[in-house]
């Protein structure tokens, strides 16, 4: 589910840029981007607390902690992946 909810919030966000694209300057509301970023938090909270669970359940009890630790730093290179691409895009 969390997956699939990030999946819409990129074609929420590509229906945004759409409709920027195609009105004047400075006439389409920030508020537009308010669905998008609800619907990723939800995505992501999905996503991240099934993996966490997942992740935690199947260590062992001497690795909990290192197999959480190993899960969110996955997330942060994809984080910093991101963050590289878009700037890389971007200039």
């Given at each position: ?67 959480a630790a190993a899960w969110l730093c996955t997330t942060t290179v994809g984080n910093i992946l991101t ?9």
């Amino acid at each position: 589910a969390g997956m699939t909810l990030g999946s819409l919030a990129f074609l929420a966000a590509a229906g945004v840029q759409r409709m920027i694209d195609k009105s004047p300057a400075g006439t389409v509301s920030m508020a537009w981007q308010v669905p998008q970023y609800l619907i990723m938090t939800c995505g992501e909270g999905l996503f991240s607390i099934t993996g966490l669970e997942y992740a935690f359940s199947k260590a062992p009890a001497s690795m909990k902690s290192l197999v959480a630790a190993a899960w969110l730093c996955t997330t942060t290179v994809g984080n910093i992946l991101t963050v590289v691409m878009v700037e890389t895009v971007t200039r």
